[in-house]
């Protein structure tokens, strides 16, 4: 199973994280989402790539 991590720098707050965490969980495959507020990265354990990135767009945040 794939491990992606991905760069958001606009998360700041638990709000963002809970909207991340939220979306990306619905993505099929996904089995874990760790949201690090400090280092602004997205950990995605499973799941289609592009599925995730689109999750990521639709909470409202862009990846660098």
């Given at each position: ?6 760069l ?8 963002c994280k809970a909207?991340?965490e ?23 354990e ?19």
């Amino acid at each position: 199973m794939a491990t992606h991590t991905y760069l958001v720098p606009t998360i700041s707050c638990g709000h963002c994280k809970a909207a991340i965490e939220s979306e990306v969980t619905k993505v099929a495959g996904v089995t874990a989402v760790d949201v690090d507020i400090e280092a602004k990265t997205v950990k995605v354990e499973g799941g289609d790539d592009t599925a995730v990135r689109e999750a990521i767009d639709e909470a409202g945040f862009a990846i660098a």
